[in-house]
């Protein structure tokens, strides 16, 4: 299985970006996915993540209000919709899969990583 994230870069405080994080070779429709990030010298430590819909959305406080989750299983993509984005946002961002549905917030339970795209706010 292939997770291939996209969509990082440079971006200025308040502005908005979406990540996107298409999974290839495996199953996605029967998988809880989600969003991690790790700055430099920092654990990683989970952002957002997904069951079967967005009902099923978990996110972590200090993202609340500001990025939201979503997938489409069709295209089998996973989505992170990330507006008001401030410095301590910078990391690099990393999209995974888990073995079945049930959504955790430890990246040790999950199984399947992407590569990781960078995400640079500047102030």
């Known amino acids: 299985v292939q997770l291939q994230a996209s969509g990082g870069g440079l971006v200025q405080a308040g502005g908005s970006m979406r990540l996107a994080c298409t999974v290839s070779?495996?199953?996605?429709?029967?998988?809880?996915v989600a969003w991690f990030r790790q700055a430099p010298g920092k654990e990683r430590e989970f952002v957002a993540g997904?069951?079967?819909?967005?009902?099923?959305?978990a996110y972590t406080d200090f993202v609340k209000g500001r990025f939201a989750i979503s997938r489409d299983n069709p295209k089998n993509t996973l989505y992170l919709q990330m507006n008001s984005l401030n410095t301590e946002d910078t990391a690099v961002y990393y999209c995974a899969r888990r073995i079945n549905l049930v959504l955790r917030t430890d990246h040790r339970e999950y199984d399947d990583w992407g590569q990781g795209t960078q995400v640079t706010v500047s102030s």
């Open positions: 070779g495996g199953s996605f429709i029967n998988r809880a």
């Open positions: 997904i069951g079967y819909d967005v009902g099923t959305a």
